[in-house]
């Protein structure tokens, strides 16, 4: 099984849906990041939670919010999806520390129509 | 600004072959500069971290050097498979997240797409 579990892996849905992705992690680290990948314009950091009560905002949070339910569970929702958000979303954790390795999920790849 | 600027954008090699994708970077003050390595529909993997001391370090196929005074890091892959092909990223975080202080502001470049063929 692997270590950061995103879910859905896939999803479609239309304009105006509330959407939520979850992601689970048996890494037992503290913090964990979503991402948004689009093409050419590389990973981009949405939220960031370095433990269960801090929750941070990355340079694209607008239309999206998270919850970090336990330390292994950090879920992204975007409320009222629009077709711009359609994107390959990514989960990652890390441990702290200086120079830190990103432990990406298998990602999630959203279209809204 | 930060900024990590990768190229070249794709590449296609014949397997056997050797390449080289760079990255140039204007994060200061600098800590150190990780590679990763992205199969399609995966996600991103690292390869290699190098810090402000090392000049080069390898694993496996895979050679990474740094240049802190030109700030130019390359990876190098020797002898290309099939399952080299991929995309490359280069990630930068500034020398004052070395505290811990946030990962908020890792810079990623926007990667290499890297295709061998056989």
């Not at chain 1, 939520?20 to 990973?43: A, F, I, N, V």
């Not at chain 1, 433990?51 to 330390?71: C, F, L, P, T």
Request: one cysteine or more; aromatic letters at 10%.
């Amino acid at each position: 099984d692997a270590d950061v579990t995103q879910t859905p892996r896939n999803r479609i849905t239309k304009t105006g849906k509330r959407i939520m992705l979850e992601c689970s992690q048996t890494k037992g680290h503290d913090r964990m990041y979503w991402y948004r990948q689009d093409p050419g314009l590389g990973l981009r950091l949405i939220y960031y939670s370095f433990d269960v009560k801090d929750i941070n905002k990355g340079e694209i949070s607008d239309g999206y919010s998270v919850s970090r339910q336990a330390q292994a569970k950090f879920s992204l929702s975007l409320e009222s999806a629009i077709p711009n958000q359609t994107a390959l979303y990514f989960c990652a954790t890390s441990v702290s520390g200086a120079g830190g390795e990103l432990f990406f999920g298998e990602g999630s790849r959203l279209t809204v129509l | 600004k930060n900024q990590v600027e990768q190229s070249p954008q794709s590449l296609i090699i014949l397997e056997g072959k050797n390449c080289t994708l760079q990255c140039n970077y204007t994060v200061s003050p600098f800590s150190n500069l990780r590679w990763y390595k992205q199969d399609t529909g995966r996600g991103p993997v690292s390869l290699t971290i190098m810090t402000f001391s090392e000049n080069t370090k390898s694993n496996g196929r895979y050679t990474a050097t740094l240049d802190a005074d030109t700030k130019q890091s390359s990876l190098h892959i020797t002898a290309s498979q099939l399952s080299d092909s991929a995309s490359y990223i280069c990630v930068v975080p500034p020398l004052w997240y070395a505290g811990g202080t946030s990962y908020g502001k890792l810079t990623f470049g926007q990667g290499t797409i890297l295709t061998v063929h056989p």
